[in-house]
């Protein structure tokens, strides 16, 4: 199943990149959500070759498709993690496809076709980037921590989302915004940044970055420190330390 889902991130990676910095048609699905035709046509190339191969596994995926069935199996998917990116031509994007069994984290695979980067992990063997074992940061504190995070595209939020993102700010090294909740958590996976939040997030944007973080030796939980909730949509990621800081100041 760990072959498939790489081999089907690939390919899907492979039209990404093949569509590139090319005409695109650009939809609004709200003010500023976009959607492309690039999206809607790798999205059904990954499901067609998961119902190809899986035809009684439960599937959500982000461009309007669901359908759950009596499986343990739920293959979460994002074909385009990074739209606004890949719509102003830049690199950071990602296939992202993750299976969870019986509610559990099993499978997650991400992949930027652009830098050619691929993240997979499998519950219980450790995480990989391009075959390479990969362990989060060994920072300890916030000063030495540089973290990442993403805004909604929803603006109701907003007040609270800069409140907290000020409060955070003062105490930590830096903050980046990617553009790409997988690959924000995947950066933490592999020590690049050691530390992640957001809110307003769906299950397919985090689905395959949290098997990859836990398996890296990560931790996440929601904000207040408890299990994570795939449909909440709100996570603190990052080392054990750093995301222990982090759940305090979120
Ligand atoms: C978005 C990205 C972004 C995050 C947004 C997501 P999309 O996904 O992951 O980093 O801040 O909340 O919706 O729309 O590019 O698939
Ligand atoms: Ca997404
Ligand atoms: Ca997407």
Redesign the pocket.
Known sequence: MLEFAINTAEKAGRYLAEHFGKDLQVEHKGRI???TQV?RAAQDLIVSMIEERYPGHSLVA?EGVTRIQSSPYVWYI?P???????VHGIPI?CVSIAVYKDGEPLIGVCYNPISKELFWAHAGNGAYLNGKKIRVSAAETLVDALVV?????ATDRMDRIIGRFSTIIREVQGIR????????LCFVACGRFDGFW?E???P??MAAGIVILSEAGGTCSSFCGAGIDLAAGEIVAGNMRIHHELVRLV
């Open positions: 959500d976009l959607v999206d982000e994002d385009l993690d990074g739209t606004v990116n890949y994007f995070t993403g805004f909604p595209y915004r990617l553009g790409s909740a997988a690959l924000d957001e307003g997030l769906r397919w944007d």
